[in-house]
């Protein structure tokens, strides 16, 4: 697997993690989140978004190779890559917070030793991860920030539901990653399964995922996607796909009824891989996808 596709799938697995919590054990004396932390590290790339929409960017002295997101988080120090972290670099970065996707309890506990206060943040699902903000910008002094963050949340949710209102769902089958790049064919790829950010993401904006069963990222055949035969079929695209060599391997299942009806949506943007405050716009792109027919909401993302 080409590094590439192991960073997208790798960041669309974060939408699998399980409830956030404070950590504020004690350690030589109590640890506490600062009410005003001015040196933070963000140890996945949702957490970076995040912080960076809460506007404590130039506050974060520390990210993961992995954050690309905005353009200057490319020159801040790195101090871990998902899992792996780079303890002289973050003693280094002399952090008064840390930022941890939740389902890395080994991280925090690594984290903690070093007697660094820890807040995870969830990305299992929406609510979770709305939650969590609203949390996150309570405790650092940004809860306007993070009620911002909610609320277009709620303006892209009611939009989408007025777009879905009396009208009947689409089956859709969600795409993160393709097996045998430079196929001109689908062969394997894995689809988005049950229980995370991008099934809600998918039944928010109105459609009905194809895939029924308990799999939360299961991988796929050829021969299932034409079992299934979807409505629409939604691509994320892998950052050296090219839309015409896509589309080329959804076509060889030409019986499939998406593919019949030219009901193919790829999302080849970056937002549309990290769980986070963008991901209103792939909710919006969602929705348009889902019922073309229908107007843009006022003031709706394009």
């Known amino acids: 697997m080409r590094k590439a596709h192991f960073i997208l799938i790798t960041c669309i697995a974060l939408a699998i993690c399980v409830s956030a919590r404070f950590f504020l ?24 978004e995040t912080l960076f929409a ?16 905005p353009e200057k988080v490319k020159n801040k120090p790195k101090v871990a890559e998902f899992s792996q972290l780079n303890l002289e670099a973050i003693v280094r970065s002399k952090p008064d917070l840390a930022v941890v996707p939740a389902d890395k309890p080994d991280v925090c506990t ?48 009611e939009a989408a539901q007025k777009r879905a209102e009396g009208r009947k769902k ?26 995370g950010f991008y099934t809600d993401l998918l039944e928010l904006a109105g459609g009905e995922n194809v895939y029924t069963g308990r799999l939360t990222f299961p991988k796929l055949s050829r021969e299932a996607v034409i079992f299934l035969d979807p ?14 060599s896509v589309l080329k391997q959804w076509h060889s299942v030409p019986s499939v009824r998406a593919v019949r009806e030219g009901r ?5 943007d970056l937002e549309d891989t990290v769980p986070g405050p963008r991901s209103v716009v792939t909710l919006s792109r969602l929705a348009r996808a889902f019922y073309p027919d229908e107007q843009p909401a006022s003031g709706e993302q394009n």
């Open 110 to 157: 690594m984290i903690d030793k070093l007697g660094i206060p820890v807040v995870t943040l969830s990305t299992h699902s929406i609510a979770e991860y709305v939650d969590d903000v609203l949390a996150l910008g309570r405790a650092v002094g940004r809860a306007a920030e993070a009620e911002a963050m909610a609320a277009a949340f709620r303006r892209e949710l």
């Open 25 to 48: 054990e004690e350690m030589q004396g109590e640890k506490r989140v600062p009410s005003q932390p001015q040196r933070i590290i963000s140890l996945a790339p949702s957490a970076t």
């Open 231 to 244: 409505d629409v079929i939604v691509d994320i695209m892998g950052p050296f796909d090219k839309p015409d």
């Open 264 to 268: 193919i949506l790829l999302l080849s």
């Open 170 to 195: 689409p089956r859709v089958l969600f795409a993160v990653m393709r097996g045998q790049e430079g196929l001109d064919h689908i062969t394997e790829f894995t689809a988005v399964g049950v229980d």
């Open 54 to 69: 809460l506007g404590l960017g130039p506050q974060v002295t520390g990210v993961t190779t992995y954050c690309a997101w």
